[in-house]
């Protein structure tokens, strides 16, 4: 898909999809110079994941408020896999991340990177702005830039906060 345009800048949850779950699924999709924007929970490809998504790469901005990733806003249940996001991504207010703004306790990220850059009015990342979940054998090239004009929360070139549940692994 090329040229994907969403401008929907007061509207939550904008993506190419709302959500993802169940046995739905995504595997080997290029969403290339994509223009997309939204307020908060935006992500290229999805808003809200629950369920696997492998082998997407993401092309040209993704942007919003707040709860911004470059392929997916978040996830709970689900599994990212071989992603790849070369998109710029900017939350104006707070938590940028630039595949995934957040993972929660029962979901994993592998085999995945981000090389666009990341910026963030308060707290951002490289590749999760916030980690409930699990992140194993990925990484970050992207720059990762804070605005100061939001919420002031962690930066990290691979992840922005650690939650309780949150582990990092080679």
């Not at 392929?71 to 990212?80: D, E, I, K, Y």
């Not at 990762?144 to 930066?155: E, L, S, W």
Request: net charge negative; charged share 10%; hydrophobic share 40%.
């Amino acid at each position: 898909v090329s040229g994907l345009h969403i401008e929907r800048p007061a509207e939550d949850n904008v993506g190419m999809f709302q959500s993802i779950s169940g046995a739905g699924g995504v595997d080997n999709l290029r969403l290339l110079d994509v223009s997309i924007r939204g307020k908060d929970f935006v992500g290229a490809l999805v808003s809200s994941l629950g369920s696997l998504v492998s082998n997407v790469r993401v092309t040209g901005n993704v942007s919003g408020n707040s709860w911004v990733g470059g392929v997916v806003s978040g996830m709970q249940g689900a599994t990212l896999s071989g992603v790849i996001n070369e998109a710029a991504v900017t939350a104006s207010s707070d938590l940028a991340g630039g595949v995934i703004a957040f993972i929660e306790s029962n979901a994993v990220m592998t085999g995945s990177y981000n090389t666009g850059t990341v910026t963030s009015g308060g707290g951002g990342a490289g590749l999760v702005a916030a980690l409930n979940g699990r992140v194993e054998n990925s990484f970050n090239t992207g720059a990762v830039v804070g605005n100061g004009a939001g919420v002031n929360r962690g930066f990290g070139g691979i992840v922005g906060g650690v939650g309780s549940t949150g582990s990092l692994q080679d």
